[in-house]
């Protein structure tokens, strides 16, 4: 069955500091893979994804991640943390079943920004 | 385009009670999904909707029943509410990758 996780429950970093969010994930075929936010109260917001091709992709507010296929991995990372990054992460892979495509998310990693 | 809609946002109900939660998109998906969010547990599929006229059941599905009723509704029921199904519910629909709605904060005491 196809899984994702997400290592870290909690990571704290300073404001300026550059931040790396890990997922891991299991699935047979070439992935669809995600990333969202969550803001405090607010639902989720795609942040990017990873469809095919270039393994680097960009996404909104300055996020980027990096598909490795040998790692099984899909980390987000963004040079420079501002505050307003203070939230919730959320990676997902997504399966194709009855026509529909489906999507597993990992628990969750919280970020919290120190000024 | 309001995206994806959610009503009501709050919601306070007493064991045994029902209610219906409601949700609409106005971005064309055939797609659509409800989904319920528990601290430290992500995001669990309850039930989705491929195209109109279809419904599956997710990873959670006990205790809760799905209505596609047309393209741009689905709407989730609680017919008997417990305690457990206290949560966040979340609607999403989608062509290539999932939109969110707002939300709607359950509480069943």
């Known amino acids: 069955a196809q899984s994702v996780t997400q290592p870290d429950i909690h990571i704290t970093v300073s404001e300026g500091a550059s931040l790396e969010l890990r997922c891991n994930y299991s699935y047979g075929a070439t992935p669809y893979l995600f990333w969202y936010v969550q803001s405090p109260g607010q639902g989720l917001q795609l942040l990017l994804k990873?469809?095919?091709?270039?393994?680097l992709v960009q996404g909104i507010k300055g996020f980027e991640a990096e598909f490795k296929r040998s790692q099984s991995s899909f980390n987000l990372r963004k040079p420079s943390v501002h505050w307003s990054d203070a939230a919730e992460y959320f990676c997902?892979?997504?399966?194709?079943?009855?026509?529909?495509?489906?999507?597993?998310f990992g628990k969750g990693t919280k970020l919290t920004v120190n000024p | 385009n309001a995206g994806v809609t959610q009503t009501p946002k709050f919601q306070v109900l007493k064991t045994g009670q029902s209610m219906t939660l409601q949700c609409a998109q106005d971005?064309?998906?055939?797609?659509m999904y409800w989904y319920r969010q528990d601290p430290g547990m992500g995001l669990r599929l309850i039930y989705y909707?491929?195209?109109?006229?279809?419904?599956d059941k997710g990873e959670v599905p006990n205790g809760y029943n799905v209505s596609r009723l047309n393209k741009r509704e689905f709407s989730l029921r609680l017919e008997s509410a417990a305690p457990s199904q206290t949560s966040v519910y979340f609607c999403?629909?989608?062509?290539?990758?999932?939109?969110f709605g707002p939300g709607t904060r359950l509480t069943v005491t």
């Open positions: 999403a629909s989608s062509r290539y990758e999932q939109y």
């Open positions: 971005m064309n998906h055939n797609s």
């Open positions: 990873y469809f095919s091709g270039d393994t």
């Open positions: 997902a892979v997504a399966t194709t079943q009855g026509g529909s495509e489906k999507l597993v």
């Open positions: 909707s491929a195209s109109e006229g279809t419904t």
